[in-house]
């Protein structure tokens, strides 16, 4: 068996279609994920996406090839010539401010316009996310990446809990074969 080793960083798609295992893409994690996260690119799926995915040139690369996105941007990425969307406020919203605007500095910026969301967690902190769902309002773009984070938690809890640090199996059925197995391991010796 070749030595497994932590995965470094997950990225997430959110399904649109029935098939979750399409897009799989296998990694052991000895090198940086970013060129495995370019290869998720899918029409049939919303990619939902971290800081260490948020190129600026991909955002506009996305919007060409129609490729839906919401993806954190990095605090230090200026927001240029930022226009206000005119949305309803919702009262209970977490959402901060909704605009269109250019991305980036004028050494590397955005070619197009893009929307970014800005809204609080539940700790307080400021998220700021790229997207170019315009169909969708800021709560439900805050929504969508907010559940990116509770697939995080998921992962985590099962490489904690269950000691899974790596899956050893790429198909469908090898992976819930041994999530099936720890977790019935977990279940009994916690009865």
């Known amino acids: 068996m070749e030595n497994a080793q932590k995965s470094s960083c997950i990225s997430h798609s959110l399904r649109l279609l029935s098939n979750p295992f399409r897009s799989l893409k296998r990694s052991i994690g000895t090198v940086h994920d970013g060129p495995i996260g370019e290869k998720l690119a899918d029409k049939d799926y919303i990619l939902v996406n971290d800081r260490a995915y948020g190129k600026i040139k991909r955002f506009d690369q996305y919007v060409a090839e129609k490729q839906y996105f919401v993806t954190r941007i990095k605090e230090n990425v200026t927001l240029v010539n930022p226009h206000s969307l005119k949305n309803r406020k919702v009262e209970t919203s977490n959402v901060i401010r909704d605009i ?69 199996g790429t198909t469908m059925n090898a992976v819930f074969n041994q999530l099936f197995a720890v977790d019935e391991q977990h279940t009994a010796l916690h009865m």
């Open 100 to 168: 269109t605007c250019y991305l980036g500095t004028p050494q590397c910026q955005s070619e197009l316009r893009h929307r970014v969301v800005i809204f609080q967690d539940n700790n307080g902190n400021e998220i700021r996310v790229a997207t170019n769902l315009v169909h969708l309002s800021a709560e439900e773009i805050a929504d969508t990446y907010k559940a990116r984070w509770g697939i995080e938690v998921f992962f985590r809890w099962i490489k904690q809990n269950l000691n899974v640090p790596v899956l050893f």
